[in-house]
């Protein structure tokens, strides 16, 4: 069922995700289009989630935006106060700590690697740090392991900020340990978007890379996802086996480099199971001091990180 209905109020509108923008689209979304869009949102009862590009927009759109509930998703170069989510890309978050607002930080794994000793900064002036790794299909064994020094060296960060009373929320380590079930993107299952040219897509990666592919128009008897159950973790067999449950399970990423999207590459699979391994040794070490994690049980740390490992060995043994 669509809960989020996801707008791009522009070609280059930000990034809040894996995917990039290309760098020659700049076009507005038309008002109309804005207008068809809202009241669609409306009527279809979904959460609208504005994402802005680094200009500002016209007061038309301003105001129009303003008619309805709704999150605004903004880059750190013109987000203010009625911001929601600011968006950094890179590691200069000035903006983003004085706002206070929560933060979604764009990086490479290799410029994480080299500045994550920043992130504590970040941590202490913002309610939420949402790490997304732009290039995580480029990981190697070798960035596999220094990925686990990183988040060793962040949960031995979030240890001591936690005993000593505060309560930071960074989604690679602390989202884990307060989880139950998958808490994922959900992209074409729980989210919709509108892309500027007036056409719904799955999400806003896969109007980037195709927008003749779109799955409709802003119309309930309109939209037509093929194979829609495959988006959902009903029909993630590797996936509903899991519980990595802070994993992105990113569709997009999915299609990209296994051509389905239900289901995941090695590279996605071996970073959500570090980070759950990490929070699992975490979430021991902080349990006699955390007042404010739910009760949760303890996470039995893996024997592997890719669940297609466990597979080939289970077969062997059987």
């Known amino acids: 069922m669509l809960q989020y209905l996801i707008i791009l109020l522009s070609d280059d509108s930000t990034s809040f995700c894996h995917y990039p923008v290309p760098t020659t689209s700049t076009g507005l979304m038309p008002i109309e289009t804005l207008r068809q869009g809202i009241r669609f949102g409306m ?168 927008p003749s592919q779109h799955v409709g128009e802003p119309h309930s008897n309109s939209i037509h996802i093929v194979n829609q159950q495959l988006y959902g973790i009903s029909h993630a067999p590797i996936c509903n086996h899991c519980d990595a449950f802070q994993c992105k399970r990113c569709v997009w990423l999915n299609k990209k480099i296994t051509l389905e999207v239900n289901t995941p590459s090695h590279e996605q699979c071996v970073v959500a199971h570090i980070e759950r391994n990490t929070s699992a040794r975490l979430l021991t070490a902080i349990r006699q001091h955390a007042t404010f994690l739910p009760e949760q049980e303890d996470i039995m740390e893996t024997t592997f990180l890719d669940p297609f490992d466990n597979r080939d060995k289970w077969q062997q043994e059987n």
């Open 43 to 210: 009527m279809e009862n979904m959460m609208i989630q504005f994402i802005y590009p680094a200009k500002p927009l016209p007061e038309a759109y301003q105001s129009l935006i303003e008619t309805t509930d709704h999150y605004k998703i903004v880059p750190q170069e013109t987000a203010d106060e009625l911001t929601d989510i600011v968006v950094v890309s890179g590691w200069s978050f000035e903006k983003a700590i004085s706002l206070g607002k929560s933060t979604t930080l764009r990086t490479t794994k290799d410029n994480l690697f080299t500045h994550y000793t920043l992130l504590p900064t970040l941590l202490q002036a913002v309610p939420n740090v949402n790490v997304v790794i732009t290039d995580m299909e480029t990981f190697t064994d070798k960035d596999f392991a220094t990925y686990r020094k990183v988040t060793n060296s962040l949960a031995e960060t979030l240890k001591v900020m936690i005993i000593n009373g505060q309560k930071p929320n960074l989604n690679l380590l602390t989202d884990r340990m307060a989880l139950q079930q998958m808490n994922n993107c959900n992209a074409g299952q729980a989210s919709i978007t509108l892309a500027p040219n007036g056409h719904l897509y799955i999400c806003p990666a896969f109007y980037y890379d195709n």
